[in-house]
Nanobody, 120 residues
Framework: QVQLVESGGGLVQAGASLRLSCAASGLHFSSHDTGWFRQAPGKERTFVAAISWGGGSTYYADSVKGRFTISRDNALNTVYLQMNSLKPEDTAVYYC?????????????WGQGTQVTVSS
């Protein structure tokens, strides 16, 4: 059974940093692209960042470029999201997701999410 478990969320002030982690199990992690998404209250879930299976390619939403960094450690089956210079508009539930390489654009597996709240 595939499981993605996020951690590292919390309540911080604007300008602070957080690092989210997502531990994967039940899948061959290094054969999966992974991504982070977020959903703010009353809004749809949106893309934040993605990283290819080997870590060689990364992608970011314009709203987080230069502030967030996605990385992964395939030996630990974990993907990270380093979030710096946090803003109140970054407040959301953050989800990690994974999809097999070459399986298309949709993510097959999702975590339960971790809450990030940024106060002004």
């Amino acid at each position: 059974q595939v499981q993605l478990v996020e951690s590292g969320g919390g309540l911080v002030q604007a300008g602070a940093s957080l690092r989210l982690s997502c531990a994967a199990s039940g899948l061959h992690f290094s054969s999966h692209d992974t991504g982070w998404f977020r959903q703010a209250p009353g809004k749809e879930r949106t893309f934040v960042a993605a990283i290819s299976w080997g870590g060689g390619s990364t992608y970011y939403a314009d709203s987080v470029k230069g502030r967030f960094t996605i990385s992964r450690d395939n030996a630990l089956n974990t993907v990270y999201l380093q979030m710096n210079s946090l803003k109140p508009e970054d407040t959301a539930v953050y989800y990690c997701a994974a999809r097999p390489v070459g399986a298309g654009d949709d993510y097959n597996y999702w975590g339960q999410g971790t809450q990030v709240t940024v106060s002004s």
